[in-house]
C-alpha cells in the first residue's frame, strides 16, 4: 500500500481546505487512517484517525469542532476537511495507516498548509 496526500495550500486565517489521502492497494476493516503534522521546529502531532471498517473517528482537541475526518471505500480515499484555519494550524500534514489510532506503519509524502494571518 501506497499513501498520496493532496489539497494542502495556502489559505488566509478563517478560511477552509480539504486534504485527501488516496492509498493505492487493499486496506483492511481494522486499520486506521490517521492524519498527523508537523510545524516547523515541532513535534509531529496526532490530528485525527478514522477507522477503515466501522469509520469511527477521533480528534486532537486542537482541531475538535474545526476539522472532519471522512472516508470514502469506492475511491480508497481518506479526507481531512478544516474549516476556520488558525495561524498555528500551517504544518505539513502527513497521512499514514496503522493498527490503532496514532499508530502507523505507512506513511505518505506530506502535503504542506500554510494559514496566513
Known amino acids: 500500500v501506497q499513501l498520496v496526500e493532496s489539497g494542502g495550500g495556502l489559505v488566509q486565517a478563517g478560511g477552509s481546505l480539504r486534504l485527501s489521502c488516496a492509498a493505492s492497494g487493499r486496506l483492511f476493516s481494522s486499520t486506521v487512517m490517521n492524519w498527523f503534522r508537523q510545524a516547523p521546529g515541532k513535534k509531529r502531532e496526532f490530528v485525527a484517525s478514522i477507522r477503515w471498517g466501522a469509520g469511527t473517528k477521533v480528534y486532537a482537541d486542537a482541531v475538535k469542532g474545526r476539522f472532519s475526518i471522512s472516508r470514502e471505500k469506492a475511491e480508497n480515499t481518506v479526507s481531512l476537511e478544516m474549516n476556520n484555519l488558525k495561524s498555528e494550524d500551517t504544518a505539513l500534514y502527513y497521512c499514514?495507516?496503522?493498527?490503532?489510532?496514532?499508530?502507523?506503519?505507512?506513511w505518505g509524502q506530506g502535503t504542506q498548509v500554510t494559514v496566513s494571518s
Open positions: 499514514s495507516s496503522g493498527r490503532g489510532v496514532g499508530e502507523s506503519d505507512l
